[in-house]
């Protein structure tokens, strides 16, 4: 399994941010994905996750509202678009794979993870 996330960048307080992640070495269709994060000295922490299909999403309520989570199972590809961004949501983000059941409660036990990529938010 391979998840390579990309989009990080630099913005200032209230732009948006498109991350990806680009999943090959499995069937993409058949896992859930998922998004969490680690700010500086802080645990790692979930954001949101999507079903195999689409159509079930969950988010952390720190960004309800403001980020949407997608997929294409045909590109193989999740998405978390983020808007109105904050200086409070710096931090790594790691897109990861696992099962329903264990995304939707925001965890990613024995699930892979993507490498990172970093979002600064400016205030």
């Known amino acids: 399994v391979q998840l390579q996330a990309s989009g990080g960048g630099l913005v200032q307080a209230g732009g948006s941010l498109r991350l990806s992640c680009a999943a090959s070495g499995y069937t993409f269709s058949a896992y859930a994905m998922g998004w969490f994060r680690q700010a500086p000295g802080k645990e790692r922490e979930f954001v949101t996750a999507i079903n195999w299909s689409g159509d079930s999403t969950y988010y952390a309520d720190s960004v309800k509202g403001r980020f949407t989570i997608s997929r294409d199972n045909a590109k193989r590809t999740v998405y978390l678009q983020m808007n109105s961004l904050k200086p409070e949501d710096t931090a790594v983000y790691y897109c990861?794979?696992?099962?329903?059941?264990?995304?939707?409660?925001?965890?990613?036990?024995?699930?892979?993870w993507g490498q990172g990529t970093l979002v600064t938010v400016s205030s």
């Open positions: 990861a794979a696992n099962a329903w059941s264990r995304l939707r409660v925001g965890v990613n036990t024995a699930g892979s």
